[in-house]
Every structure is written in C-alpha cells, then in structure tokens.
C-alpha cells in the first residue's frame, strides 16, 4: 500500500533554530514529490515538486532534498512567519489515478521569538 | 484574484439537508478535485475529475456526489448531511500537462448539527 509518513508530528523551535522535516514514502514508482505550507483555516499553498533522487530546491529559509525512500525540507534560521503545518505529498507513476496526490499528516511547525 | 475560488466559506447545517459546496477557477486547469480535512486525519480525496466529462471516485465518496459544470466549475454535494461530514472542505486543481502540482482553494468550514 502508498504510504506517506511524516515527522515528527509537531516541532517547536526558536527563533534562528535551524532543523529539518521528514517525510518518509512507500511507493513501488514514484513520479513526483510535493511539499506545501499551511496555515490554519486556510488552503495548503504549494512549495516545490521534487522529481528524482539528489534533487534539491531551495525558497528563502527553505530547502528540500529527495532520496530515494524520503525527502527533508531544511529550514534555515527560521523566523515565527514560518509557524505552520508542512504537508507533504507523493504522486505515483502508475494505476488509473495517476495525477492524483497522496498526503502525509502534516508537521506543525512553530517559531517562538 | 485568487485562482481558485470557493463558496459559501462557512456553513452551518442541520443532519439530512442537502448543500451544495462550490468551486471556480481561472487557472485554466483541466483537473479538479475535491478533498475533506480533518485534525488528525490528514487531507483525504473525494472525488477527483480529469475534464468536464470524466468524474473519478476518490478514497471518501460514499455519501457525497459532485458535477463539472464547465472547465472551470466543480461542485460538490452532500444529499443527505450527516454530523461526521462536520469538516474542512478544499477544492484544487492542476495541470497535469506540463506540470502536477495542485493548487487550492481557501476552504470552506462545514458544521453539520
């Protein structure tokens, strides 16, 4: 079964506390890997696709790598404008809903100053 | 403008009506699709269309249904409301040509009593 894991759940940090967010996939092919930024009671806002192994992409405090069996978004001295729930996404390369995405739970991320 | 659009924002409903949850955009998008957000359980898919005249099932459609209008237009319908249908409800489209990503709505909060 596709499976997309992430963690840890919740992550608090402080402001200028570098870390970094995983999500895990269990996939037989994968076509493409999305991350995306949400704030509470508003839509998820889409951050990068990630296509194959050793791809990185890179978007102010934010950068996301892709392995094989999982993807990391970097956050670099974060700031409390990044408090918000990270989701991270899988598209697989076969079946008859190919186009369609697969979630993960989320991370909620928050930045104390 | 946002791209995509959703309307009503906040509904609060009594169980066995039936509403109407509906979706706009001007992306030019061919792809629609239709998810539910709940705390803990992550965005599941409803339903998901591929053109006006192709309409997919997702992981949730029992006791939904929905309608592409037009290119533009997707609704979503609840015949009967039920209280564990009390959720966030997110319209998004995509490419799926030239490229994947999906792209959402701002959500509309539905309250079933």
């Known amino acids: 079964e596709d499976q997309v894991t992430q963690s840890p759940e919740a992550l608090r940090l402080q402001e200028g506390e570098s870390s970094s967010l995983n999500c895990s996939y269990t996939?037989?092919?994968?076509?493409?890997l999305f991350w995306y930024r949400q704030d509470p009671g508003k839509g998820p806002e889409f951050l990068f696709t990630?296509?194959?192994a050793g791809e990185e992409k890179e978007k102010e405090r934010l950068k996301a790598t892709l392995t094989k069996k999982e993807s990391f978004l970097h956050i670099t001295a974060p700031k409390p404008e990044d408090s918000a729930t990270y989701l991270c996404?899988?598209?697989?390369?076969?079946?008859?809903?190919?186009?369609?995405?697969?979630f993960g739970k989320g991370t909620k991320l928050s930045v104390k100053p | 403008d946002a791209d995509v659009t959703q309307t009503p924002r906040n509904r609060i409903t009594k169980t066995g009506k039936r509403i109407m949850l509906e979706c706009s955009q001007t992306?030019?998008?061919?792809?629609m699709y239709w998810y539910r957000q709940d705390p803990g359980l992550g965005l599941r898919l409803i339903y998901y269309?591929?053109?006006?005249?192709?309409?997919n099932k997702g992981e949730i459609s029992d006791g939904y249904s929905v309608s592409r209008q037009a290119q533009a237009k997707f609704s979503l319908s609840l015949e009967s409301a039920i209280p564990n249908q009390t959720a966030l409800y997110f319209c998004?489209?995509?490419?799926?040509?030239?490229?994947?990503?999906?792209?959402f709505g701002p959500g509309t909060r539905l309250t079933v009593t």
């Open positions: 998004a489209t995509s490419d799926g040509q030239l490229s994947y990503e999906q792209y």
């Open positions: 996939v037989s092919g994968l076509r493409g």
């Open positions: 990630l296509y194959s």
């Open positions: 996404a899988v598209q697989v390369n076969y079946g008859g809903s190919q186009g369609n995405l697969i």
């Open positions: 992306k030019g998008h061919d792809r």
């Open positions: 269309s591929f053109d006006v005249k192709d309409i």
